[in-house]
């Protein structure tokens, strides 16, 4: 069955730093790619999509890659602030009627 | 701005009770979708509506039933709660197959 792994649970990084989250796929191939944020008792909030003939998304300070051969989306925050600490997940193209395969995300604390 | 609304942020019921979560969208979105998140678990799927009267199973409809009589309005309903059906509800809606979801609050469901 498809499954969707961001490898870390929680990442903690120092301001200024660049964030890298990473979302691994296996046993599919996805049309596309979306990232989201959490804050915490909210609702996921989108950031960006990227499509399979994408190789690299930037809004602003995020970038978003996509390596189809590796199955893996690299999402990145450069110049990171106070202000982006929050839960991040990936979702992929679930194939059916607009369904989303959501990651179990990774909780960003960016440290003044 | 697309809007997402849930009825109830928290709800306390005891095992055995019926209990209703409401969503409404005001955006004309085909596609609609209950999932619960739980710590450690992520985003799960439970069902989801591409159209009036039409419903999908998702990842997890065991214990749960859905309505959406009408194109806004996507009711998720516990027939008769557990313990275990303690968690985060997250109603959300997209207009486009490829489109980003749009989250409503979440509705806090705890059951006694």
């Known amino acids: 069955s498809q499954k969707i792994e961001q490898n870390s649970e929680a990442l903690n990084i120092q301001e200024g730093k660049t964030a890298t989250l990473t979302c691994n796929y296996t046993?599919?191939?996805?049309?596309?790619l979306q990232w989201y944020r959490q804050d915490p008792g909210r609702g996921p909030v989108f950031l960006l999509l990227?499509?399979?003939?994408?190789k690299e998304k930037r809004k602003e300070r995020l970038k978003v890659t996509f390596d189809t051969t590796l199955k893996q989306s690299l999402f990145h925050i450069t110049a990171s602030q106070p202000a982006d600490s929050a839960t991040y997940l990936c979702?992929?193209?679930?194939?059916?009627?607009?369904?989303?395969?959501f990651g179990k995300g990774t909780k960003l604390s960016v440290k003044p | 701005d697309v809007k997402v609304t849930q009825s109830s942020r928290y709800l306390v019921k005891r095992t055995g009770e019926k209990v209703f979560l409401e969503c409404v969208q005001d955006?004309?979105?085909?596609?609609m979708f209950w999932y619960r998140q739980d710590p450690g678990l992520g985003l799960r799927l439970i069902y989801f509506?591409?159209?009036?009267?039409?419903?999908e199973k998702g990842d997890i409809p065991e214990g749960y039933s859905v309505s959406r009589e009408k194109k806004e309005r996507f009711s998720l309903i516990l027939e008769s709660a557990s313990t275990n059906q303690t968690s985060m509800y997250l109603c959300?809606?997209?207009?486009?197959?490829?489109?980003?979801?749009?989250f409503g609050e979440g509705s806090r469901l705890t059951v006694l």
């Open positions: 959300a809606s997209r207009g486009r197959p490829t489109g980003e979801l749009f």
């Open positions: 979702a992929l193209d679930g194939g059916s009627q607009g369904n989303l395969i």
């Open positions: 955006m004309d979105h085909e596609n």
């Open positions: 990227i499509r399979e003939n994408e």
């Open positions: 509506s591409y159209d009036v009267k039409m419903k």
């Open positions: 046993n599919y191939s996805p049309a596309y």
